[in-house]
DNA sequence: TATGAATGAGCGTTCATTCAT
DNA sequence: AATGAATGAACGCTCATTCAT
């Protein structure tokens, strides 16, 4: 009753994690956390309850496989960010592509805000979150060192911290202002008034 | 008849009240209010489980009357942050004593900015929240207006969400250096140049 | 604090009592005892709550204390009813009586007959409920031998399952036709056909 | 993809369900409702505590189940009790075949009498139990009406308390002479003495 | 591979009861 | 005599997880 080419087994599960991974993260958007259920991640992606733990260990599992592959995403698109020719156009895409970003995956975005400000939760992403952020961080400073910043550590904190909160903001806060925000914040960060103080 | 006096068990409520409070504020910071149970606070709090329905008409109602109870010190501490006598030094002293209340009461911030992000939980105290994060709006808007910020409304957002990342990176963030961010912050948004640019 | 001459104890004693075997009463009915907590019966009776454990044992010894109670009132209302001079009479008046007795006593029946078909409930009432249904048989069954009735034994279960009968019908039921129902009873019961047959 | 077939899970489902709602009416009728506990249920079920909550979406619901799946059966018996050819055939045939539904259903009947007893769990049935009162009073107007009876509204909600008690009688009374009862009953109301009096 | 019936620890909550005053 | 704060066993219920098929 149930033969299968041996070689359509790999995508047959290739197929059904991503469809559980796809759930998951819609529902934990929708929900947090704590408040979705096996049940209901199984029965928005059409697979059986059981099936899930063929595949991944726990629930808890499950959220780190979707963070896990969504920060993949993400870095790549950071990585492209990368490409401008001066320091302020960097900046610039940096801030663009970020948003970007948060658009494009809205639904990763507001899981991770939930999930940093759980102290049980962050534990469980130790390490590549950790990472991250300080990969952002010296990032930063490293353009605005190219900026001639003259305090480019606390600057790219605060910049980081900026972007953070706008991001935020504009997840929570139905009809944020996010376009006249960030120009504000480019012509915040990138007077080219940093000799004249 | 000789019971004790209304003022002695109005007395022992009160030491009661605060207690299991204090102890569900720590819990609750520290593991965030969905994975904190009622016995974990009452263990903590060295009282019985059934203790709080005494106080409490339910778990909800505890993390609102603690909600609440902190926003009270938090607008007390704002008002005061209000005295300054320029628009400059109004601003200094509302991100000083900002950062004041967040060391003074990190565990409320902590689950304040949990609730924040978890879908569900910011529905459970609706209207405090949401107008005090209009108030501030408005608040940061007026200050510069009164320094000709070319755009305030904008920069008003901005500086709101920077003031909410650069909390959010010291409560999460160990070492964070904040003296060092928050001078830069002032240095940002404090220099006298609206009237040149 | 609390001096009270030792006169006046006696009599406050039994105020206490009546005033909570009163409220208990009310509540009961009204609610059914699983389901009426000690705190609704002290807070309706306008006692504390830890008055109600210096009279009765427990809330079942309560509910005992009640029933006993209520349990003497109608006994000596039954046996008034025994004062007619014909056994035709005796049964006119035993039926008639009984009726009065379920509306001047409306929430001792209610309660009686939740009682009565809760299976653990019956069992704490053991000898006065079952005393008392068996001398009611064996009054009818006098009366209905006086009146030659060729069964009195059956005939008298049947009258008594009559009455009860009608009696739970008319405390349910809401605008029960009682009288036209009795009216039938006694007809049914006390035709002079007995000779006849 | 090589799971049990829909059949099988449908069986294993039937059987299951069954085995609670056998369960559960025995607790129910041996304890009542309200002091039955969902682990006793689970536990003389031979089955966990939570598998109730896969067929029944509360112990509410189950005691709904229960009762409507007794009333199938009772409201079968009835219909087949509607077969005879004269009045008075029907009337004893009403009459014996719900004494012999209740030899047959005894624990439903329990919970039945102790649920109507109890204020606030008439409300939970509201529509089939009420119903089924008054059809079987229509029913019986109607018999009485063909013999004849001079005042057959009354004396068919009297039949109907008469039945009604004797039935509890003999739940609660153990060696109840039922036969005898029943016997003198038929007497006293098939008398076909309604053209005389 | 895939299914979903079954489990039981743990949850929030209630409430009869105790006891220091 | 009277008070009500405090206790904790037990309740109905949820849900991550297991496992036979």
Redesign the interface.
Known sequence: ??P?TAEAYEAIREASKQKIMQAALEIF????F??SSIRQIASHGGV?LGLMYNYFKSKEDLLIAICQKSMQDVQASFIEADKGRTAKEKLERLVASSFEILAQHRDFW?VF??L???????DLLPESFQLW?KSIHVQLKTYLSELTHP?P???A??L???????A??NI??EN??LK??L???LK??L?D?YAA?
């Open positions: 009753m149930c299968r958007a929708r929900r947090g704590e408040k059986s507001q805000y939930s940093r400000s759980q102290p049980g939760l962050k952020h305090n550590d606390a600057a904190w605060l980081f911290a900026t972007i953070d909160g706008v935020q903001h929570w806060e944020y202002p006249a925000v120009d504000e914040l915040t960060y007077e008034s103080t």
